[in-house]
């Protein structure tokens, strides 16, 4: 049964959410709501997902066991600063892991992905929907891997899940409250201020200091991970010791 459950709660991200056991993806059902109205801060939840999209129409493994949203957000800001918003969330996953398991030590690897032991354990997908100049809305996708026991090839490779970090079951609702909770404090932190996101980014980098092969088309380029400047993008300092900024547009890969 695909029962759709509503929940009323007082925050404000929470504050309604639209629960499924399964559906294509999140982030469609909530771009739906986002278009006929539906207020800043509603949530989609489902267990399973059919269809889950990573970055670039990429394919998001999604069964029972994560923990797979998408939040409603009507930031007022003329151009989507879509970088800013992935790492925001991945923060905010970051965050919501050292708070219940102070032991593991999450990173992020620019701009959307969230790897514990150098594995991915969770990652961000932002969509933005524009009016001309403005942002009418965006979807903020979140995928967790809380209780998956096994991943298919090639991804057993590269990926991991909370409880394989921490061997025990973690509940969804209880997990889902306290994320959401993280990501409220850092979206309203960032209308004034997003610098202390990018303090918290740099010192949760995995990439950082280390050297990185970029690939922009079928451009590709190579240079020292130096910095994360203001708006989140990445300075790169080049071989031929130039620097160079990137987006979250660029297809990106670590040597
Ligand atoms: C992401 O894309 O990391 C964004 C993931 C966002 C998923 C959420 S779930 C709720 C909402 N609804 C959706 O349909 N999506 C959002 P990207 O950086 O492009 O990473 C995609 C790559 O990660 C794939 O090409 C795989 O290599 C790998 N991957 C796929 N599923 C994974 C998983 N469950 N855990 C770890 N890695 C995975």
Known sequence: MNEQKFIAKKK???????SYAWVDSTMKIAYSLAEEGAEEGTVVVAEEQSQGKGRGNRYWFSPVGGLWFSIILRPQIALPNITQLNILGAIGIIEAI???????????????????R????????????????????IIMGIGINL????????LCFTATSLKREIG???????FLSGILRELEKLYISSKDNFSSIIEKARLFSS???????VRMGKKEFIGLA??????????????????????????????
């Open 12 to 18: 404000f991200f929470g504050k309604k959410i639209y």
């Open 98 to 116: 050292r708070k219940d398991f102070f032991l593991l030590s999450p990173q992020i690897r620019w701009p959307n992905d969230v790897l514990i």
């Open 118 to 137: 150098k594995k991915k354990v969770g990652g961000v997908l932002c969509r933005a929907k524009s009016m001309g100049k403005n942002v009418d809305f």
């Open 147 to 154: 209780n998956i026991d096994e991943f298919p090839s090639p």
């Open 168 to 174: 025990h079951y973690i509940p969804r609702e209880v």
């Open 207 to 213: 990439l950082l200091g280390r050297q990185v092969r």
């Open 226 to 255: 130096q910095d994360l400047d203001e708006r989140g993008e990445l300075v790169i300092r080049l071989e031929n010791g130039t620097y160079k900024k990137i987006d979250n547009r660029e297809d990106f890969f670590i040597r």
